[in-house]
Each structure stands twice: as C-alpha cells, then as structure tokens.
C-alpha cells in the first residue's frame, strides 16, 4: 500500500509564523506606498481642479489678474469672512465642483485674524478646503477631511491663489511659498524644517512623492 505524505503539525505552524513575519515586514512598505499614491492622486485632482475653475471663471470674469479682492483688514475681523464669501461667490464658487460649503471649521496652526474668515469647502473625494482671506487666498488642502492626524506635510497641504503674481507670470494658483523657492534641492530642506512648506516640494515633483519625501504618511 503506498502511503502519502503530508505536512506535520509543526511543520505547519513554523510555515505560518514565517508567513506572518514576512507579512509584517512587508504590509507597512505596502500601507506607505499605496497612501503616497492615494495622496499623489488626490493633490493632482485638487490643482487641476482649480486651475479649471479659474480658466472657466475668466471667460466670464476677465483676466484673473484684475479680479476684485478686499484684502484682509486685522481691525475689522467682523468682515474679513463676508470679504472672502463676496469673492469666493463671485470668482470661483460657479465653476468649482464641490459638495458643499460653510463658515465652520478650525484649523490649528493658524493665528487668529484668519480663523475668523474661514470658509470651508467640501469636495466630492471628501478632501475639504479651508480659505481665508489674506494678501491671497489662502487654501488649506487636507486630503482626508477632519480625519488625523490633521498635521503640514502628512494630509494637510498649503496652496495659494494671487492675483498679485505670487505664482508667477499668467498664474494664479500656486505652493505656498512657491516664490521663494527656486529649486528642488531648497523646497526638500525647507519641507524639512517647514512641514507647511512642502507643498512647494510635491510641486516640484509633478504632486508625487518621491522616495526622499521626509515625511511618513
């Protein structure tokens, strides 16, 4: 009678225990990876988005570089919001695809004067967009809403939108600090030591991720 062979019971918990180290060595290299990618995606769609709804808005309303915005007045706090709202309505509230919009949502990490002239925009992907009223508008991205861990670099991004050529030449949206960086080399030690500022760096980099990113997400 020929007899089979099979696996021992302790041969099967050894092959088991290996496959779990292995799995555990490997499933957070897989878990970074695919929130790079995930995040990557989400960047890109937000600056496509906006710069579609400006180039809608200027067919209407004329060369963004003309756009009427009241700047920020610190002595009058009560009417930065209506300031923001007046301009968000008119400019880019018509061409943007959204969800929906309101004046909740604090964002810490941001003095005072601003908070009182949020408005929060939610987006289809359930991203939100915080802006307020400053020299530009100011928009915070934070990639995965009210979830954390809220922090600069991780899933919160900073963008910029000027009509005072702050972005550059025909621009209007742009990094925060885009400016006053002028390489890669600069924006990766400034995302470094600035977390806030490594929007300038994912710009550099076409919205990607690259394998020296400072920063676990």
Request: hydrophobic share 35%; glycine share 4%; with cysteine.
């Amino acid at each position: 009678m020929k007899k089979t062979s099979a696996f021992t019971l302790a041969e099967t918990l050894i092959t088991l225990v290996i496959i779990g180290v292995v799995a555990a060595m490997t499933l957070p290299g897989l878990t970074e990876s695919y929130k790079r990618k995930e995040n990557s995606v989400r960047l890109k769609k937000f600056y496509t988005t906006m710069e579609q709804a400006i180039l809608l808005s200027q067919v209407k309303n004329g060369d963004a570089a003309y756009w009427d915005k009241e700047s920020l007045d610190s002595d009058d706090k009560a009417n930065n919001y209506n300031r923001l709202h007046k301009y968000f309505l008119k400019y880019i509230e018509p061409y943007l695809k959204y969800t929906s919009y309101d004046r909740n949502g604090y964002i810490q990490d941001i003095e005072d004067t601003a908070q009182q002239s949020h408005l929060r925009v939610k987006m289809s992907d359930g991203s939100l967009v915080y802006l307020f009223n400053g020299d530009c508008i100011d928009m915070i991205l934070d990639l995965n809403g009210t979830k954390a861990p809220n922090k600069w670099g991780f899933d919160r991004f900073d963008f910029l939108l000027c009509n005072n050529g702050e972005c550059g030449k025909s621009k209007f949206i742009c990094s925060y600090l885009r400016k006053n960086v002028s390489t890669r080399e600069e924006a990766l030690e400034k995302c470094k030591t600035t977390p806030q500022s490594c929007t300038t760096l994912l710009q550099f980099d076409n919205w990607e991720f690259k394998k020296d990113y400072p920063y676990k997400l």
